[in-house]
């Protein structure tokens, strides 16, 4: 079945990606359950981020900074109290936060270990520098725990790849991506150690629409494998939600 544009006409107009991305997570679930051995568990995470309002302020006039102040010591001398300087940046913000649809897969054998991750990626995981910073960085941080990732962008509107991103981030390429990349993919990836040399290994396809989507290999150890059926899940999530 072929791969849709969840973000343009007329799909959109008729189905909104957020009901999407929030229930392609549980149907993968239910899809592992089938397929993860004993001892092995997956469940959703689902978090959507707000987005941060930036407010610079310069030059405020409101009460003049005061005077330090004097205060008398134990001698009876008196000392200026000592008070910094004006900020070089006053910003009125929050923390970034991001969006998160993803799968986690534990070992509840070994006390919930964390052993692969499942992300999809949204369109404000790519909307801007800082965002895509974030999402590379999570995936980064999670290889480096030797947690296996997959990463799936179905994204039509932004044009970037975070996959690629994250290569160039630990100084390595994908020549199967070509130049430029791809904005629609899906890889999985995994660090491992092979006696002395730790191996960054990934699977990765290019995305069409009106094409099928791949099966990854989804790592739960260095020699356990399950095979991640995409086009499967997302052939039910499509129907689940009425998506023609």
């Not at 799909?11 to 392609?24: A, M, Q, R, V, Y």
């Not at 799968?103 to 054998?109: E, N, P, S």
């Amino acid at each position: 079945m072929p791969l849709r544009d969840h973000f343009r006409p007329p799909l959109d107009l008729i189905t909104s990606w957020e009901g999407f991305h929030g229930g392609w997570p549980m149907v993968i679930v239910q899809q592992l359950r089938k397929q993860l051995p004993a001892g092995y568990v997956a469940e959703p995470r689902i978090h959507s981020g707000l987005q941060a309002e930036f407010v610079v302020t310069a030059d405020e006039k409101d009460d003049a900074p005061q005077s330090p102040g004097m205060t008398e010591g134990n001698g009876g001398v008196a000392t200026a109290a000592w008070a910094p300087t004006q900020p070089s940046v006053a910003v009125e913000t929050t923390l970034p936060d991001y969006d998160e649809y993803e799968v986690r897969i534990y070992d509840a054998t070994h006390r919930r270990q964390l052993v692969a991750a499942i992300e999809i990626v949204s369109p404000a995981n790519k909307d801007r520098p800082e965002h895509r910073n974030v999402f590379v960085a999570k995936c980064a941080a999670l290889l480096q725990k030797g947690v296996a990732v997959s990463i799936v962008d179905l994204v039509t509107v932004r044009h970037f790849n975070l996959y690629c991103e994250l290569l160039a981030m630990i100084g390595h390429t994908d020549p199967t991506m070509g130049d430029p990349p791809p904005h629609l993919y899906a890889a999985s990836c995994r660090w491992i150690r092979q006696e002395k040399r730790t191996l960054l290994q990934a699977w990765s396809h290019v995305l069409y629409l009106g094409g099928p989507l791949p099966t990854l290999p989804l790592w739960l150890s260095p020699d356990l494998v399950v095979p991640l059926n995409l086009e499967q899940s997302y052939e039910q999530a499509c129907y689940d939600l009425c998506i023609a």
